[in-house]
């Protein structure tokens, strides 16, 4: 494979949205777990929940930055790198990500100060507005970018006019026929990945034993969540699936690996090397009428194999073959943990249980997992469309020289793993010690150099 501008763009944005995507999938989440902790602390004036409040809105801020420090850069790719997708789209995606900065961005700046600063300098109920405001604004901002990256796996109310994509109907462009699942899919495993982190390092408190950390009320709610949560994810990844079989086939036949069109009924490939040279899987494992089941609602349900698409029309069948099926294992774990908690909560026996909290700690970074094969299988699966059936990413990439881009890409890559090494080092080291600890050493250095100090400078 030739390393030209067009892979070492394609790696560069890869290697910027894998990190990036990491963040918000946590933050959506946790803006949302910070805004229930702080309900219960309003409703019972337990200072545990305060003090639980304190401890996760830290990790929350170093994580929101991160985020937001990630998403900027990457969206300058879009002039550097990819100069003609902003030259054919720019009328549709640049209106929607504005949106998002106009609707989301704005409103989670304007607060975020008062959530993380706030506490006895305004008033409880002007803090929790903040709070709610600030978990309001991932999911206004989850809307806008799901919105765009669903118009581009689905494009509609748009004109082609010379190339370039004319809108004319932006209720039909914001809510193309993608977007409903994929907000819903999206949303809900931002929670998960969420409420496994929390579950994972609850359960690790509660195994070393530490007291007065509110881990066992945070084990409890977040196994509850899981359990009740995760099976609804399995059924919406189900609807999502008959949308990608009606509107991407090609996309479908190589997330199950499926060549001929006219095989029916359709088996469950469980395992397969795919061989695109020679059009045919090798050491297959399969259950029999299983794919047409779960993927036509059929026994005998066909779908379009990847014979039926020209060679040059077809995304890499292995890489989404295979990232489709660390999602979907992930997804079946999380809900087989999730419902088995739920067992025990009933049986009282959910924090005493000590293989089962030993599973959570070990299941801490599943949903991060889940969401990284899940954008892989997305975005690898459109190629080579970079808007579907409609602009190859060929088409879409800068007129720069493969020295330049690799150049960038190095760049990318050393600063993105200092900072977010630096990051990801000092969210470590404050849920290693944990919410007594951590608010006992803030406490000494908030009366030291004062409260932004202490989150800046990681007075801990």
């Known amino acids: 494979m030739e390393l030209d501008a067009l892979i070492l763009s394609r790696i560069q944005f890869a290697a910027t949205i894998a990190f990036h995507i990491l963040f918000p999938s946590f933050t959506i989440g946790l803006a949302n777990w910070l805004m229930v902790l702080e309900w219960r602390w309003l409703k019972t004036r337990d200072d545990t929940w305060r003090r639980l409040f304190d401890f996760w809105s830290k990790v929350f801020a170093v994580s929101f930055g991160m985020g937001v420090v990630s998403g900027v850069v990457m969206s300058y790719q879009f002039g550097t790198n990819w100069s003609g997708l902003t030259a054919a789209a720019g009328n549709i995606l640049g209106p929607l990500l504005g949106y998002e900065v106009l609707t989301a961005f704005f409103l989670e700046a304007g607060f975020l100060g008062i959530m993380l600063f706030g506490w006895d300098r305004v008033g409880e109920k002007l803090h929790f507005t903040a709070t709610c405001m600030v978990a309001i604004g991932t999911l206004i901002s989850t809307f806008w970018i799901i919105s765009a990256n669903s118009w581009m796996q689905t494009p509609t109310g748009h004109d082609l006019v010379d190339g370039v994509f004319i809108p004319a109907d932006w209720w039909a462009i914001i809510f193309n026929p993608s977007f409903p699942l994929r907000l819903a899919h999206m949303v809900t495993a931002a929670f ?75 088996p469950l490939r469980l395992f397969a090397i795919p061989d695109a040279q020679a059009e045919k899987n090798h050491f297959e494992i399969a259950i029999p009428y299983l794919g047409s089941l779960i993927l036509d609602h059929s026994l005998d349900g066909k779908i379009t194999g990847l014979k039926d698409f020209d060679a040059a029309d077809r995304p890499p069948v292995g890489i989404v073959f295979w990232s489709f099926r660390i999602m979907v294992a992930a997804g079946l774990l999380m809900a087989l943990v999730g419902l088995i908690g739920l067992f025990l909560m009933w049986r009282g026996k959910l924090a005493t249980t000590r293989p089962y909290l030993a599973v959570c700690m070990a299941m801490t970074p599943i949903g991060f997992i889940a969401v990284l094969a899940g954008w892989v299988t997305t975005e690898v699966g459109r190629q080579p469309y970079v808007i579907y059936g409609l602009l190859r990413t060929a088409d879409a990439v800068s007129p720069v020289s493969a020295g330049s881009v690799a150049f960038s890409l190095t760049a990318f890559m050393i600063v993105y793993t200092i900072v977010f090494g630096a990051g990801t080092w000092y969210i470590l080291k404050l849920l290693r010690k944990g919410p007594v600890k951590a608010e006992a050493e803030n406490a000494a250095y908030v009366r030291e150099k004062g409260p932004v100090a202490s989150l800046t400078e990681g007075g801990h």
């Open 192 to 266: 998960l990945t969420t409420a496994f982190t929390i579950a994972g390092i609850s359960a690790w408190y509660v195994w070393r034993g530490d007291i007065g950390t509110g881990a066992r009320r945070t084990f409890a709610m977040a196994v509850l969540f899981a359990g009740l949560v995760a099976p609804v994810q399995i059924i919406i990844g189900d609807f999502h699936g008959l949308d990608v079989k009606e509107y991407q086939p090609a996309k479908l036949a190589a997330m199950e690996g499926h060549w001929d069109s006219d095989e029916s009924p359709v």
